[in-house]
């Protein structure tokens, strides 16, 4: 035995059951809003925040102290105060940032809670429906996702499909497909006012998440509909299909579909979750984050409906391209944006 991989191989054990511990920790954090009020309140002892944030001082502290452990909080000891950096916050309390990862956390929080349905699964190879896993994934889901979409979809995504904003401000039709809690939707919705926008997945509780999320926001261009991929009537100058494509059943035929109901001159835009073309190109930090959550949710979720294709959430590009183009019949498809975390793609019928 090598001595030294083995203390690597430790050490990096241990930052990653610190990261495993913290879930529930950032969960608290997110949920009762301390990061932010921190972030407000500037350096302050527990004693002051307990107060600000009217919880009880002996758990905060406790807190406190493991997030100071975890490096997402400062600490000083001169003072006895704790505080949060302009990093730091940009992370754990500026709902806005695109690198706000509390909601992370939750995602990883509902995997465990789905493990028992995971581990028989893998004896009977069956799928699991997304509608039977836990109830908080898909907001846990909608919310990791959230700013990514928030900073780069009106911003860069759209603008980069060809002639995706003038059709956008003109007046198109438009299909968001396997839309979840409808964020993405909504966001359009209200960026492209002279476009009609629906929203379809074939989860109920979603769908009624989508439209309570909308309701507020009381756009006449949004509407929201139960239907699976292969199912959706009408004809549409733009179908979007964000984080989805690789967790449905056949998601050959579900393209198939998407063509028929684009005209000739319409456009699909495809977000997946970023990766290489081989396990070897995806055995980094995203990757494994992704290969995680494709074990958990992607894979059963495909495997419970029809061809069950299970593609993963780790396809990458060149087996997306022989899907939309080889198999599916789109004549082009060609990567038009990326971030760390998604690569996206406009296929042409
Ligand atoms: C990872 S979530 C992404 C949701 C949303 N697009 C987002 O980015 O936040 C995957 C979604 O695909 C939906 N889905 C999976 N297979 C589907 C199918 N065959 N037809 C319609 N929706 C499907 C699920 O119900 C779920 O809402």
């Not at 992607?298 to 198999?327: F, H, Y």
Request: glycine letters at 10%; charged letters at 20%.
């Amino acid at each position: 035995m090598d001595e030294n991989e083995l203390n690597a191989l430790l050490g990096q054990l241990l930052q990653d059951l610190g990261g495993a511990f913290s879930v529930p920790l950032v969960q608290i954090g997110e949920r009762l809003g301390l990061y932010e009020m921190l972030t407000d309140a500037g350096p302050c002892t527990a004693q002051e925040l307990a107060q600000k944030a009217d919880v009880n001082e002996r758990y905060l502290r406790e807190w406190l102290s493991a997030q100071a452990a975890s490096k997402y909080i400062g600490y000083d000891p001169e003072s006895d105060t704790f505080f949060m950096t302009a990093e730091q916050s940009y992370v754990f309390a500026d709902r806005s940032s695109p690198v706000y990862m509390a909601p992370g956390f939750s995602a990883a929080a509902a995997f465990a809670q789905n493990e028992p349905l995971v581990r028989e699964a893998f004896k009977t190879g069956q799928g699991i429906p997304w509608g039977s896993q836990t109830t908080c994934l898909a907001c846990a889901v909608a919310q990791f996702f959230r700013p990514g979409y928030e900073n780069h979809l009106l911003q860069a995504w759209l603008p980069a499909l060809e002639g995706g904003l003038e059709k956008l401000q003109s007046g198109a039709n438009v299909a968001d497909i396997g839309c979840g809690h409808g964020l993405t939707t909504t966001m359009m919705a209200k960026g492209f006012p002279n476009s009609q926008f629906l929203g379809v997945d074939f989860h109920e509780p979603s769908i009624e998440a989508a439209r309570e999320h909308a309701a507020p926001l009381a756009l006449g261009n949004l509407k929201f509909d139960i239907s699976s991929a292969n199912a959706v009537s009408g004809g549409f100058d733009l179908v979007t299909i964000f984080d989805c494509l690789h967790d449905m059943g056949d998601p050959v035929a579900a393209m198939r579909h998407v063509k028929e109901m684009l005209g000739a001159e319409g456009v699909c835009m495809i977000v997946e979750p970023m990766a290489g073309d081989s396990l070897a190109e995806n055995l980094n930090p995203v990757g494994r984050l992704y290969y995680s959550g494709s074990t958990m949710v992607c894979v059963p979720t495909s495997l419970a409906q029809e061809t069950g294709a299970a593609l993963g959430a780790q396809a990458g590009e060149k087996r997306l391209r022989q899907l939309i183009v080889e198999e599916a019949g789109f004549s082009s498809l060609r990567r038009i944006a990326e971030t760390p975390f998604n690569m996206v793609l406009e296929a042409k019928p």
